[in-house]
């Protein structure tokens, strides 16, 4: 029953550090989903960091749940563990009566044994008499006492026989309500591990679900559609500027050449910035 | 270009934190794998620690085996790093020619633009004097202070014209060559993010598979199995003694009577041992 007790605590202490361990890995993983949320927003690949940070979020959250489902069933083991104490408890006053049976038959026995020693003794005093021929009051006084050795003996005998068969009843049914409880253990064990697995797996199905999202992600954003990205944000237009033709002029083409002249101006000046981004 | 180099060395730093956290959590586990081993060996439970050491210790395996495989990408994250550096070194060696045809091109168009104002001054002022009737010498000075602006404006157009072509096509190439830089760029990126998943979803099988085992492992040990168990390391032996025969004794019987009187006070020893085992 000790071992019972110490048992369920100790089950219940390591399901609890696994916790913290669990814990401390989801910690960690929220940190890095911010550091990818910090990368560089710039450039062909930053669409990339969303990803990464979405994925690691997300298995943060795995971890998470897992500490809480692991929490909760610390709370069951804790139940357990007091339920446990009280039972014990009751056990040992139930049982009591057998630890009379045990005391009882060990002092039996040891009056068993003396009085045996002394109906040998006495037997064989009395034969070493008859040997050296001795005389038949004194034959007579050694038989009395040798009757009385026997009967003593006897009466022990049968006293022991009653003890033992009590001491054995009473350790029978010990041994049987010690075997229920241990069985009762085990089962409550098996039953706090049962759901310990459950959870383990639950979130390693999830994880597993949130790599296949990630991978998914990743295939889904090709190089086409990065460098698309970025040539729509980086982008000075799509037209190309016509060339101002001078050789027929009037008034009114002399003002539109002054637009075209500008929005070519633009274009370039664009231009120009993109080229300077690049080697900067 | 410039982004290109701070995505790949950010990749590389967020697959290095990654590879810390994995390692924290494997070292993590394998403490918990030694609680595990010091959690108590007596009681019918004992046999259940060997199981959760021997799992906890799988699982620290497989994470310590990821940490090995993201050592190995961030190796070949910086040999990319390198070698990207060298090429933007190249590439901007190459598209110096570009920023001449870019400061041509502003030089020329500020020409343009002021040969252009002039030209237009010029016209202007001739018909204001044609309408105020201006001498005949006054409107030729004019006139030739005209053809003077159109020639030089024509000139910058030409010019222009000839700058502007020179500019598309460097810009094109330049364009073109940042693009080629770019895909290549993304799709390394995109290998390396391809052996980054593959690392994981192995670690994740291998995961399941120690997380299977572990399941079976304690499917296959019984409450029965385990009462068993204890009970063979506990027990005191399976015969009970025989009741030592009083009744009809000789000398020969006495000698039994006094061995299975000791055999019975072993056993109840051991019993009385068992008992007050339980009880302590």
Redesign the interface.
């Known amino acids: 029953?000790?071992?019972?007790q110490?048992?369920?605590k100790?089950?219940s202490?390591?399901i609890r550090?696994?916790a913290t361990?669990e814990e401390?890995?989801s910690r960690?993983?929220t940190k890095?989903a911010k550091?990818?949320s910090n990368?560089?927003q710039?450039?062909?690949?930053?669409p990339?960091?969303d990803v990464?940070k979405q994925s690691t979020e997300k298995l943060a959250a795995c971890h998470m749940e897992l500490v809480r489902k692991l929490q909760e069933l610390i709370k069951e083991v804790q139940k357990y563990v007091e339920e446990q104490a009280k039972n014990h408890k009751k056990t040992?006053e139930e049982?009591a009566s057998?630890?009379e049976a045990?005391q009882n038959?060990?002092s039996v026995?040891q009056a068993?044994?003396k009085s045996?020693e002394n109906y040998?003794s006495k037997t064989l005093e009395q034969e070493r008499m008859r040997k050296e021929g001795a005389t038949q009051k004194d034959l007579d006084k050694a038989g009395l006492k040798v009757k009385k050795a026997t009967e003593t003996?006897?009466s022990y005998?049968e006293k022991y026989?009653t003890a033992?068969t009590e001491?054995?009843q009473r350790?029978t049914e010990?041994s049987q309500k010690?075997?229920g409880i241990?069985?009762e253990?085990?089962?409550r064990?098996?039953e706090i591990?049962?759901s310990y697995?459950q959870s383990?797996?639950e979130t390693?199905i999830q994880?597993?679900e949130g790599?296949e999202e990630?991978?998914k992600n990743?295939e889904n954003t090709s190089?086409e559609s990065?460098?698309q990205k970025?040539a729509e944000s980086k982008g000075t237009g799509k037209e190309?500027p016509e060339?101002?033709n001078?050789l027929h002029y009037n008034t009114r083409s002399?003002f539109d050449?002054?637009a075209v002249?500008r929005w070519?101006?633009h274009w370039?000046i664009c231009?120009?910035l993109t080229?300077?981004g690049?080697?900067?």
Do not use: D, N, P
């Open positions: 029953m000790k071992h019972g110490i048992s369920s100790e089950l202490e390591f550090e696994r361990i401390a890995y960690s993983m890095l550091t990818a990368c560089s710039l450039g062909t690949f930053a990339m960091w990464f040992k049982v057998t630890l045990v038959i060990q026995s068993l044994q045996k040998i003996y006897k005998v026989a033992k001491f054995e350790m010990t010690f075997q241990e069985e253990h085990v089962l064990m098996q591990i049962h697995c383990v797996e390693h994880i597993g790599q990630f991978v990743m190089v990065l460098i970025l190309r060339m101002s001078i002399m050449l002054i002249t070519s101006l370039r231009g120009v080229l300077t690049a080697f900067s």
